[in-house]
């Protein structure tokens, strides 16, 4: 009898990171209007990106990096800087075809900053990484009458949509004074969770704001945590999606009595991702005719299958020596996070392993009133428990500090201790056989022997038994109901034959 094969279209698309570049940024500020510069105390700087087009070949993009800068002038004042510097690039890799999905992740790598008379110089380093999606469109052989065949259950998924959503995150808070001015005004976020059901994606997250603000001479610090959740329209069930936040935009309103000013704020949080929908299905893998040779065309897949984002969460701490001072510290008037670079994710047996360094800024004034800063690093090395991760994974994420604390010791050295968010993206290399064409050859030669006997190897599967012989496993267990599914090697198995 004929084989009938039927197959089955799938996708089996991926996301691909792509071989990215580094731009250097390079501005100057001209402090001379406003009392000169003697330190720079923080600098903390952020970049997102505006656009992202696939053509041939390569990806046009564009984004803006964002500095904000506090500085003492040259009478030991606090003053500040805010600077944007918009940039466009051009990514060249063969592999991108024009209209394919594609996003660009950026991050600041470096940020340094220099004095040169009343000028501030700042170069900073931007890490560009474009991420790209591959269609891929396969023929799964799902059944072939009149031939025995054996089956796995083979998930593959499918690209549904690129995520490009903004939200919109508010707060105010009640100062208690009337604010004289705001010297620092920034904001960090980060995605926590994305959970996929019921034919929606539901994103939840966080804003990081700290506001240093002065009132009758007194700077006071403000940190702010801001939570978020944001449904995403997206249909369709069994979806995945890592999503990653970027601040676009963020503004402060002064309102308020005279006595008593209210900080209102929003931060516009842009969304960005894809979305994948995943598919399993009951593909052959092998079969074989009793009748007829079968030539059989297989095909190797390989793709990258997203399996979520988890969010993970520890806490630090550490301590540094002002010896930048002859004085006391009187207080602390604040911490401010520069920047929060996580260096390294290695995925282990059910654990992840995050490394990196905090770098904050600590502005004090000493017992005689001078307003003094120091520059601290705080390496960490974090494993997490994560059930379901493996060795081979695949990780990528972003980092955020929260809940910065501060407090003096012994005088000259201050202690710090802060929340370190990850927000991880876990995907698994998936590589698979496909059967991919199946034609029949000339009939098999008919064994007329009564009595079959076959000595099995260890390790054999009671498939390749029963293709050897070419029987359906039903017939050779009936015959033989000891055997298990895995030969152990020392099995006689014996087959009775009815010869017409």
């Avoid at 940024?25 to 990106?49: E, P, R, Y």
């Avoid at 009951?282 to 984002?309: C, E, M």
């Avoid at 020596?321 to 282990?348: G, H, R």
Wanted: net charge negative.
């Amino acid at each position: 009898m004929a084989i009938n094969t039927v197959f089955k279209s799938v996708s089996s698309d991926f996301e691909r990171t792509l071989d990215g570049k580094q731009i250097v940024m390079q501005c100057n500020f001209d402090t001379t209007s406003k009392g000169g510069v003697s330190k720079v105390c923080a600098l903390s700087s952020d970049v997102q990106i505006t656009k992202a087009q696939a053509l041939s070949k390569q990806i046009k993009t564009g984004g803006r990096v964002s500095l904000k800068l506090v500085y003492l002038d040259g009478e030991g004042k606090l003053n500040n800087f805010d600077y944007i510097s918009d940039f466009s690039e051009d990514i060249s890799n063969d592999a991108v075809i024009l209209d394919m999905p594609c996003m660009v992740r950026a991050s600041i790598v470096d940020t340094q900053s220099s004095i040169a008379g009343n000028e501030i110089k700042v170069q900073t380093v931007v890490e560009l990484t474009p991420v790209v999606v591959e269609i891929n469109t396969l023929e799964i052989l799902e059944d072939a009458e009149n031939a025995l065949t054996l089956k796995e259950t083979q998930t593959y998924q499918k690209y549904i949509c690129a995520v490009e959503e903004e939200v919109e995150v508010c707060d105010e808070y009640s100062c208690g004074v009337r604010v004289d001015d705001v010297l620092f005004f920034d904001a960090k976020t980060i995605v926590g969770g994305v959970e996929c059901g019921d034919g929606k994606i539901v994103v939840s997250g966080q804003a990081e704001v700290c506001i240093i603000y002065t009132s009758d001479g007194i700077a006071t610090t403000k940190n702010l945590n801001i939570p978020f959740v944001h449904e995403l329209a997206v249909n369709g069930d069994y979806l995945n999606a890592c999503i990653s936040a970027k601040v676009k935009d963020s503004k402060l309103i002064i309102e308020g009595d005279d006595s008593d000013n209210i900080f209102k704020i929003s931060v516009s949080v842009g969304l960005q991702g894809f979305v994948m929908q995943s598919e399993e299905i009951d593909a052959v893998v092998d079969l074989y005719s009793p009748t007829n040779k079968l030539d059989i065309g297989r095909q190797s897949v390989k793709f990258d299958r997203q399996d979520g984002l988890i969010r993970l969460e520890e806490r630090i701490s550490g301590s540094v020596s002002a010896d930048n001072t002859d004085e006391n510290i009187k207080t602390i008037i604040s911490c401010i996070v520069t920047q929060n670079n996580l260096s390294n994710l290695v995925a282990m047996t059910d654990s992840i392993l995050a490394e990196g360094i905090l770098n904050t800024s600590v502005i004090f004034q000493t017992e005689s009133g001078a307003n003094k800063c120091i520059q601290v690093e705080l390496p960490y090395s974090l494993q997490f428990e994560c059930k379901g991760v493996k060795e081979d994974s695949l990780l990528s994420g972003s980092a955020l500090a929260s809940e910065c604390v501060h407090k003096v010791k012994r005088d000259r050295e201050v202690e710090l201790s802060a929340n370190i968010v990850l927000s991880v993206c876990v995907m698994t290399s998936v590589e698979t056989q496909i059967v991919k064409s199946v034609e029949e050859g000339e009939e098999c030669q008919v064994n007329s022997n009564a009595i079959s006997i076959y000595l099995p190897g260890r390790g054999e599967s009671i498939w390749q038994v029963a293709k050897t012989l070419g029987m359906s496993i039903e017939s050779i267990k009936e015959q033989n109901p000891e055997l298990g599914a895995l030969m152990q090697g020392d099995e006689r198995i014996v087959i009775y034959r009815e010869i017409g």
